[in-house]
């Protein structure tokens, strides 16, 4: 039998925002409930050329299938006019162990996982009133995080902060494109909106917890090693809910856990963030509230299995 | 672009036995001089099904590929009328991280790379008169291990060893369907052949080394776990010189690891594989040679790198 390739038209047909939000959402609600397994990724560094492969596999227990994701990053590919990010999935069955499918995906499915992620936790989370987004950070991220938000409730207006006015504008001309109302804004004027969303790469925060108002839930996405920081430990104190998408993984490597290690918050301060979308909290309409989500292994496994699934039922 | 799948049919037609030895001895020089890197490999464990999953990755440091090898073994898959095993390679430019194709291979790369490897270092360290084979074990490896022997180097006979006498026959016929004069024979008599290959998953050594005759070399290439045993502790003893694919991994989980904890023989006792192909060593007629093998990753990479190039030069 020929092995399967999906091409990434097809991948892209089959995954809409419906069915990769549904896949994340009942991922995210399993990882809490222990019903994932994430096994210690295999890692590669490429220092002559600014490249690193990454292997991570993933399953829900109860599922039919699992996944091995190769994902590479070599960082000067730009300079010689190919993108950086390079990738495929491997759907495998776990219950013969038969390669059910390659994907070739290009890293679609991830950077969908992590907006559908973000999405579903800042609107659990968020007042239901709350209308105006910010977000932080001028990459495919910031763009997606809006617009997968945007599928799930109203937008008033966004906010959009970068460190570049002409990455910022063409950000806000992007989500223009898509019918949402966009312009740039200072970090203090960002942090003001009922919705925060940070998908920097930053070291050192990217928002000051003074700025956020009462009232104001934020979501950071892109703190993924130990170096990187977005939100101040600051915030994470004033805090009435915490999220966090793997405890562990955002104690070791998230914004969580430098706030815990500044002392601003205590170690078991936080709540899944799949316990918050199978119940969404009750919040005071003054609370802060923050998510930290550092991504979850299993969920590539939900989406790439959900959308071999909507093609080959 | 298209992702590249090579089928096996095209896999097969390009790894001519020429190729695939040229790039294992190669590859097993490179390691030896430390010009490789493999990471450690990522591992799931599914026991409802009897199965496991294992993605290996490695590189030559030299090659503008390296790989990353997804295997999946499902033991319970036979009894379903289906292939224990399955699995891909796919090869990834060290350069900019794109991947050059995937090589829907099932195995094979990996079962003709353990077959060269074993056949390159027996024909280095076999005495030059030596014209007898014995093989242990009745798989695949048992075939493959005599007819790449034999593209090395005339055989004049061959034993086959194995538990059950009807499998035992059935390697006899599919060698002599290949030309070679191949009969049963019992533990003892295939010991005293000229050049003896273990390919076996036993936990206890399958031969004495009473039986083993001065002039001997032995092969192991079965033992890659640490509950796994081939050759007695004795016979590393007795053995004039020791070469090991790995030496970490061969004392981790090799025979030689066994006979270093029985005091048999020194930890410092062995050389490199590569070092043996390199510059193949003087041996007097009387000795006794070991080698043993657990299997490098790093030989993926050059067999499939190989394997493309030919395709695509």
């Known amino acids: 039998m020929k092995l399967r390739v999906l091409d990434p038209e097809a991948i892209e047909r089959a995954a ?12 995210l609600i399993a990882h809490a409930a ?6 210690p990724p295999l890692h590669m560094d490429f220092p002559d050329a600014e490249g690193d492969c990454h ?5 829900l227990t109860d599922s039919a299938d699992f996944t091995v994701k190769v994902a590479t990053g070599f960082y000067g590919n730009p300079r010689l006019g190919l993108p950086a990010n390079h990738g495929l999935v491997c759907v495998i069955s776990a219950r013969t162990g038969r390669i059910r499918a390659v994907l070739d995906d290009r890293g ?4 969908w996982r992590t907006a559908a992620a973000g999405a579903l936790v800042t609107h659990a989370m968020a ?8 977000v932080f950070g001028t990459g ?3 763009r997606l995080q809006i617009t997968w938000l945007a599928e799930l409730r109203p937008i008033s207006g966004v906010l959009v902060h970068g460190r570049s006015m002409e990455r910022s504008r063409a950000v806000c001309d992007w989500l223009a494109a898509r019918g949402l109302d966009a312009r740039p804004a200072s970090a ?3 942090a003001g909106a009922d919705m925060v969303l940070t998908t920097t790469p930053a070291t050192t925060p990217v928002l000051k917890s003074a700025a956020v108002r009462e009232g104001t839930h934020v979501t950071g996405i892109g703190t993924d090693m130990p170096h990187k920081n977005e939100l101040p430990a600051a915030l994470f104190g004033r805090a009435r809910i915490i999220a966090t998408d793997d405890h562990d993984q955002c104690l070791d490597h998230g914004d969580f856990g430098h706030a815990v290690r500044a002392g601003t918050t205590a170690e078991d301060s936080d709540v899944a963030a799949g316990v918050v979308l199978a119940a969404r909290p009750a919040r005071a309409d003054d609370a802060v509230t923050v998510a930290d989500l550092t991504g979850v292994g299993a969920l590539d496994a939900a989406v790439a299995s959900a959308v071999l699934d909507r093609l080959d039922p």
Chains 1, 2 share one sequence.
């Open 16 to 27: 809409s925002p419906g069915l990769v939000l549904d896949a994340v959402r009942d991922a």
């Open 188 to 190: 203090d004027e960002a």
């Open 127 to 134: 007042r239901r009133d709350a209308t105006t987004a910010a």
């Open 55 to 59: 292997v991570k596999a993933g399953r």
């Open 108 to 111: 679609m499915l991830t950077a």
């Open 140 to 142: 495919e991220q910031a």
């Open 34 to 39: 222990g019903r994932t397994v994430v096994p």
